[in-house]
C-alpha cells in the first residue's frame, strides 16, 4: 500500500465522520424541520372522512367508530381540564403520581416522580400524560366497539364512569374498580392496577342483564394532540411505533402519518404506542390475542391529532345473565432497560425493549451499554465508568495498536531514506511510489496498519454516542466538577470567558450555533492536536495543512455533543499519545515530542522549496 494511499485513507475517514455529523446538525436537521412544516394540512377535514379513517375493522367488517378524534373541549393549560372533570387519583411510592379521568374512564394524567425537567431537584416532575383539549393533549383511553348491526349503547368519550368499592386513589396495592351503565341492562366496569413502576392492567368486563346476547370486541387507543417537538437526530426515532408479529418493528415520524393519514396491519399481534427520547407510552394487547393494528392521523380545525390503536379480533360474546371480561395492558412511563427488559421477560411482551431505540450498530450499543452500567454499579459515577470503558477498550486492542504503532515507528525511522526517495523522483510520480514500495518491503513496513487505531475507535465511538444520547440512565448523570450532566453539552463557554461576561453568544444569528465551545471540549482538542505530533507529518502540504486544521474542526463540532462523549474522547486521546509514545520509543524511534509541538510555532523559510513541482 502506498504512504499517500494509507493518508488519503484515514483522511477520508476522519472527513466522512465530519461531513456524517456536520450534514446532521446544518443541513438535514433544518430541512426535516421545514418539512414537517409544509407538511402540516391546515384545512380542516370533513367530519364524515375523519370518522371513516377512524372506523376499525374486524375481519373485514366495519365496526362503530371507535372515537371522536376531534378535541372534545379546549381548556387553557393543564390545570384547567384537571380541575373540569372528577378524577381518581394515581399515587405509586415512587413511581407515579395522577388521576384517571372518570369522564371518559381515560387515562389522561401522569407524571413521573422519578424524574425532573432540568438537574435542579427543586425543578417541577416530568409530566408524561395530559387531558383532552388542553395543550400537547395526550392520553390513553380502553373500550368497547361492536361490530355492524349491534345497537348497543356503549361507552364513549363523554360516558361518566363512577367508582365502585371504597378504595379512591390508584396505588401499586390498591386497583380501583369504575363502573358505567348503559341504562339498557349491560353494566361496564373497568380496574385499573398499576406495578411499582410503570405498568398498568386494565381489566374491562360486561355484565349483561338483559334478555339477549351481546358481542363485542375490545380495543385500546394512544392519543397525541399536536406534533410534539423532537430531535429529529438519526440516531434515534421519536414518534409512533410498534412491535406488531410477523411485521416486526413498525416506526413512523409524525410527518410520515401526516402523509399517510391511516396505516393499517390486520391479523398481527403486539403493542403499538409512541416514544419520545426518554419516555414511552404503549398499548399491550394480550400476547396471544389476535389484533389489527392503526396508525392514524387527522387534523380537524388544524390541530394535529395523532392515533395508535388496536382492535382486538376475537370477540366477547356475553350471554344474559353472564359476565365476561377482557386483559390488556398500557405502559406509560421512563425508558428504563431494566424496567422493558423485566415486563418482557414476565409477561411475555413481544420486543418492548424496542421501546429504546438501540440503532443500527445494537451489537455494539447493547453490550457497551451492560459494561458502561456494571462498571457504574461498582464506581458510583457513570463517568468514571465511561473512564473505565475506555481503558478496557484500549486494553482489549492493545496488540492490534502495538503492531500499528510498531509500524509507525518504523516510517518514523526510514523519514529521511522517504525523502531522499521524494527528492531523487520529483519529476517521476510513478518511479517514487515504487521506489517507496520497495523501501516499506525491505523494511517490513505496512503503512494500512496506521488505519487501525481509527477504524477500531469508530464503531465504539457511535456505540458510546449513542448509549449517552438514549440512555435514560445517562440524563443528568454528574461528574466532577462543572459537569452536573453527562447527555447534556459542557455548560461552560470560552467566549463568554466561562461565564465571567454576562453575554450568552449562542443567541447571536447564523453564528450562535458555532460559538458554544466548553473547557472539555477545549482538552479534547489540545489532545487531538499532540496526538497528531506524534505521527508521521504528511509530506503533501496539503494534507499537512487538513491535518493541521482538523482538530480545530473537531473542537468546534463536539462543543454541542453530550459531555460525556467529549470527556471519553478527550481521555481515549490522553491513553492513545502515552500508548504511542512509549511503544514507539520501545522500537527504537525518535520521538521528540515537545519538538514537534514547538516546530508548529516556528516559520518555516524553505516552505517554497518544499512545495512539489508538477
Known amino acids: 500500500m502506498q504512504s ?9 475517514i476522519v472527513l466522512s465522520v465530519v461531513v456524517l455529523f456536520g450534514w446532521q446538525f446544518f443541513v438535514a436537521g433544518p430541512q426535516l424541520e421545514q418539512a414537517q412544516k409544509r407538511a402540516q394540512i ?29 378535541v372534545t373541549q379546549a381548556f387553557a393549560d393543564r390545570t384547567t381540564a384537571l380541575a373540569a372533570t372528577p378524577r381518581v387519583k394515581i399515587d405509586t411510592a415512587n413511581a407515579l403520581s395522577g388521576s384517571i379521568n372518570l369522564t371518559g374512564g381515560r387515562l389522561d394524567d401522569l407524571q413521573l416522580k422519578r424524574y425532573h425537567e432540568t438537574v435542579d431537584d427543586n425543578s417541577p416532575i416530568i409530566t408524561l400524560l395530559i387531558p383532552d383539549g388542553a395543550p400537547g393533549g395526550y392520553f390513553i383511553e380502553h373500550g368497547w366497539t361492536a361490530p355492524a348491526g349491534v345497537t348497543a349503547k356503549l361507552p364513549d368519550a363523554q360516558s361518566q364512569w363512577t367508582i365502585e368499592g371504597d378504595n379512591q386513589t390508584l396505588t401499586e396495592t390498591t386497583p380501583v374498580t369504575i363502573r358505567w351503565d348503559n341504562g339498557e341492562g349491560v353494566v361496564f366496569r373497568r380496574t385499573f392496577a398499576v406495578d411499582p413502576d410503570y405498568l398498568f392492567t386494565v381489566t374491562q368486563s360486561i355484565e349483561n342483564t338483559g334478555s339477549t346476547a351481546l358481542t363485542l ?15 429529529n437526530f438519526f440516531i434515534q426515532h421519536e414518534g409512533p411505533l410498534g412491535v406488531l408479529g410477523s411485521n416486526n418493528l413498525i416506526s413512523k415520524k409524525y410527518s410520515d402519518i401526516q402523509n399517510d393519514k391511516k396505516v393499517q396491519l390486520d391479523g398481527t399481534t403486539g403493542w403499538v404506542g409512541y416514544t419520545d427520547k426518554y419516555w414511552a407510552t404503549a398499548i399491550i394487547a394480550d400476547p396471544k390475542a389476535p389484533i389489527n393494528a392503526t396508525f392514524y392521523y387527522s387534523s380537524p380545525a388544524g390541530t394535529d391529532i395523532y392515533q395508535s390503536s388496536f382492535v382486538e379480533t376475537t370477540p366477547v360474546t356475553v350471554a344474559p345473565g353472564a359476565t365476561a371480561q377482557n386483559t390488556s395492558y398500557a405502559f406509560a412511563g421512563a425508558k428504563k432497560e431494566a424496567v422493558l427488559d423485566l415486563y418482557q421477560r414476565t409477561y411475555g411482551f413481544d420486543r418492548l425493549d424496542l421501546l429504546i431505540d438501540w440503532g443500527w450498530l445494537f451489537f455494539f450499543t447493547k453490550p457497551m451499554f451492560y459494561l458502561i452500567t456494571l462498571l457504574y454499579g461498582v464506581l458510583g459515577n457513570f463517568g468514571l465508568a465511561i473512564l473505565a470503558v475506555t481503558v478496557l477498550v484500549k486494553a482489549v486492542f492493545f496488540p492490534l495498536a502495538s503492531r500499528s504503532y510498531k509500524s509507525m515507528a518504523a516510517m518514523r525511522r526510514v523519514q529521511p531514506e522517504m525523502k531522499s526517495i521524494q527528492e531523487r523522483f520529483k519529476d517521476d510520480r510513478v518511479q517514487q511510489q515504487q521506489a517507496m514500495m520497495e523501501l516499506y518491503k525491505k523494511e517490513k513496513i505496512n503503512p494500512l496498519s496506521g ?15 449513542t448509549v449517552i444520547f438514549i440512555s435514560l440512565e445517562m440524563r443528568h448523570a454528574p461528574f ?32 450562535g450555533s458555532f460559538l458554544h465551545l466548553g473547557i472539555w471540549p477545549v482538552i479534547m482538542g489540545i489532545t487531538m492536536w499532540v496526538q497528531m505530533k506524534l505521527n508521521p507529518p504528511p509530506t503533501d502540504p496539503t494534507q499537512a495543512m487538513i491535518f493541521n486544521w482538523m482538530p480545530i474542526i473537531f473542537t468546534f463540532m463536539l462543543g454541542t455533543f453530550p459531555a460525556g462523549l467529549v470527556i471519553y474522547w478527550a481521555w481515549n486521546n490522553a491513553l492513545s499519545v502515552t500508548q504511542q509514545y512509549f511503544i514507539m520509543k520501545r522500537h527504537g524511534a525518535e520521538v521528540n515530542l515537545l519538538g514537534n509541538i514547538l516546530d508548529s510555532f ?6 517554497a522549496a518544499d512545495k512539489p513541482t508538477n
Do not use: H
Request: glycine share 4%; net charge neutral.
Open 217 to 231: 370486541f375490545p380495543y385500546a387507543k394512544v392519543v397525541r394532540q399536536g406534533t410534539p417537538k423532537v430531535a
Open 42 to 70: 391546515e384545512l380542516q377535514e370533513r367530519a364524515a372522512a375523519d370518522a371513516a379513517l377512524a372506523t376499525p375493522s374486524v375481519d373485514g367488517q366495519a365496526a362503530t367508530p371507535v372515537v371522536n378524534n376531534g
Open 4 to 12: 499517500d494511499n494509507n493518508r488519503n485513507m484515514i483522511l477520508a
Open 602 to 607: 516556528r516559520r518555516k523559510p524553505k516552505a
Open 451 to 465: 488505519c487501525w487505531p481509527v477504524l477500531i475507535q469508530v464503531p465504539v465511538f457511535f456505540a458510546l454516542y
Open 480 to 511: 466532577f466538577g462543572w459537569i452536573v450532566d453527562l447527555a447534556a453539552p459542557d455548560p461552560t463557554n470560552i467566549f463568554n470567558l466561562f461565564g465571567l461576561i454576562p453575554w450568552e453568544p449562542t443567541t447571536l444569528p447564523i453564528l
